[in-house]
């Protein structure tokens, strides 16, 4: 069974960066890319971007692009979600999730809440 | 970007009553080399991430009940639960997995009435 384990939730001050980590088991790492996606408050779920463990290709959201660096790490089987600058509305719950099928999330993070605060 | 968009945002329905969900694709999500419909639907409850219900928009995913199902083509889908239970309570997204970036509608809150 596939697990996708997150580190533990962040209260950062606005202009600081925050990076947070998702161990995943139950299959072979480099098999299947890794999705970041952001749930504001109340909101919708917003795609933040993608690695391919195997080549350590990244995509990013254009409106992240900058600001956001995710990262994989094959001799621990963990990817990591990096945001710079934050800013209030950063305030949410990130999850990772990996694909089955190309870009189709089917097994999830439990959510790490960042919460951006002065 | 491919935008989805939701109808309605929420819905109240009696229990063993059914609810129907609709979402629509600014672009057609239907890819002719496989005749799939790129068409997700997921499951949220408070506190948790979201569950996969169904994808190529009317397979369900291993052990979801029969009660729920999907349909639609090209731009137009609806999710349908048959009979709602209480456990069906949750907010529901469309995805679409056509192209990236991969995008979601904003959601239909389910209750019961």
């Known amino acids: ?118 | 970007d491919t935008v989805m968009t939701q109808s309605p945002e929420s819905l109240a329905v009696s229990l063993g009553e059914r609810a129907t969900i609709n979402c629509k694709s600014s672009q057609s999500v239907l890819h002719t080399f496989n005749n799939q419909n790129y068409l997700a639907w997921y499951q949220q409850k408070p506190g948790q991430p979201p569950k996969l219900l169904i994808y190529w928009a009317s397979t369900r995913e291993s052990g979801v009940p029969d009660r729920i199902s999907g349909s639609g083509s090209g731009t137009d889908f609806t999710l349908t639960i048959s009979s709602l239970q209480a456990e069906d309570v949750a907010v529901y997204f469309c995805q679409q997995y056509y192209s990236t970036p991969i995008t979601f509608g904003p959601g239909t809150k389910v209750e019961v009435k």
Do not use: N
Not at chain 1, 76 to 88: K, N, V
């Open chain 1, 1 to 118: 069974e596939v697990h996708l384990v997150q580190s533990g939730a962040e209260v950062k001050k606005p202009g600081t960066t925050v990076k947070i980590s998702c161990k995943v088991s139950g299959y072979t790492f480099i098999d299947s890319s890794l999705y970041w996606v952001k749930q504001a408050p109340g909101r919708g779920l917003e795609w933040m971007g993608l690695v391919d463990p195997e080549k350590g290709e990244t995509i990013y959201a254009e409106k992240f692009q900058g600001r956001v660096t995710i990262t994989a790490d094959t001799s621990t089987d963990t990817t990591y979600m990096t945001l710079s600058s934050l800013r209030p509305e950063d305030t949410a719950v990130y999850y990772c999730a990996t694909e089955s099928l190309a870009r189709l999330l089917d097994s999830w993070g439990q959510g790490t809440l960042v919460t951006v605060s002065s």
